[in-house]
Structure formats: C-alpha cells, structure tokens
Nanobody
Framework: QVQPVESGGGLVQAGGSLRLSCVSR????????EGWFRQAPGNQREFVAA????????RYVDSVKGRFTISRDNSKNTVYLQMNSLKPEDTAVYYC????????????????WGQGTQVTVSS
C-alpha cells in the first residue's frame, strides 16, 4: 500500500498559522473518512480531525475546534489541515490517514501512515 505524503509543518510562534497537506494515492471513497492524527513526544498518537467521504463534513477533537479547519481537493488527491491560533500544546508530529473509522466511540485509523510532518509552536 502506498504511504501518504505529508508536508507543510514547521516552526511557528504561538498565535501563528500553518497549513498542512497530505497527498494520498490510495484514497478509497468507499471508506468512511480521512484525516489527521498527531503525536507529541512521550504521548500516544491522537485524533485531530476527519473529513467524511460521503458529504465532506468535518469532525474535530475538542481542543482544536474553532482553530483548525480540514478540507480536501479531490482533483489533487489531497487533504489539508489549516491550523490557526496555534498553541505550544499543538506541538507534535502530524500524520494523515485515508481510512478513518468511528469505532467504539472513538476515531481509529486503518490505512497506512506516512512519515508525518513536524509542527513546533514556540511560546
């Protein structure tokens, strides 16, 4: 299975913005959703945002609601994560996945992981 390719990370001051991109050549519209997870040092990988294949509606973890926006461009096989009002606690490696499912009241990833892209927010 071809891995997705994430990009757009970097170092930004608190309050700043970044836009992450993920190109996935294996997107399958029969799947439920695609989206983003993140992993900070010493922590487990956690769900950030998803966008449903059926109608494009978004889902977010509470901590990013109102600050992050997920979107996609089907013609480019790309999903985006616009991150505004960044906080130091957003610092993590961000990963995308093109096969997300809502299982047992939580988001789980079943597709391949890419290398991720580092986001560092300084205070």
């Amino acid at each position: 299975q071809v891995q997705p390719v994430e990009s757009g990370g970097g170092l930004v001051q608190a309050g700043g913005s970044l836009r992450l991109s993920c190109v996935s050549r294996t997107r399958t519209f029969n799947n439920y959703a695609e989206g983003w997870f993140r992993q900070a040092p010493g922590n487990q990988r956690e769900f950030v945002a998803a966008i449903l294949y059926s109608d494009g509606s978004p889902r977010y973890v509470d901590s990013v609601k109102g600050r992050f926006t997920i979107s996609r461009d089907n013609s480019k096989n790309t999903v985006y994560l616009q991150m505004n009002s960044l906080k130091p606690e957003d610092t993590a490696v961000y990963y995308c996945n093109d096969d997300l499912r809502w299982v047992s009241n939580m988001w789980s990833a079943f597709g391949s992981w890419g290398q991720g892209t580092q986001v560092t927010v300084s205070s």
